[in-house]
């Protein structure tokens, strides 16, 4: 119940925040909804809880949907599902959200976090990695490597690897990772003049 009634809490400054975004007054949004003012009023400050019969219209009005219109993050651009996945250390931000395909993360590790480096993974897929900030170091196979931000790598997740942060600060770096390994790999070459 307590998650329910957070949930609930939270739509009305999401209500609030995407109204003002379009620069609309309550007296658009009930034009545009029909819905009254006062009810409307009383949604965004929170004295009335949604119902999907009012939720409904406002999501079509605001151009959302209504799962990101009830299930949104509390912060920032309600239209945006970007919730971070925190596990030994290493966050995960989805940047993508299709089922199958490539997808890609932004992570952040945390110095001294995750397993060991003696525990490397091995598994099905294809892996590029291009860091942001900080120092990663990256075991593949038997090679040992640092990377800093602005450098990349890229393997088959058959090879036994493990990475994280090479110091004392954590490591920032986007991560695509494809299940179908080399299918999705794709290199351009310019053309031979000949």
Known sequence: MDDLEETLGSVG????????QRRTTLADLSAETGISVSTLSRLESGD?????????PLAKAHGVT???????PPTGDPRIHMRPITRHGMT???????????QAFKMIIAPNARNRPDEPQVHEGYEWLYVLNGRLRLILGDNDIVLTPGEAAEFDTHIPHWFGAADDH???FLSL?????????FRARPKNSD
């Open 13 to 20: 400054p999401r209500l609030r925040s995407l109204r003002k």
């Open 48 to 56: 009335r809880k949604p119902t999907l019969e009012l939720l409904l």
């Open 66 to 72: 209504l799962d990101e219109l009830v299930d949104a």
């Open 92 to 102: 995960m931000l989805p940047l993508t959200k299709r089922a199958g395909g490539i």
């Open 170 to 172: 954590p490591v920032e």
């Open 177 to 185: 990772f494809g299940k179908q390994g080399e299918r999705a790999h």
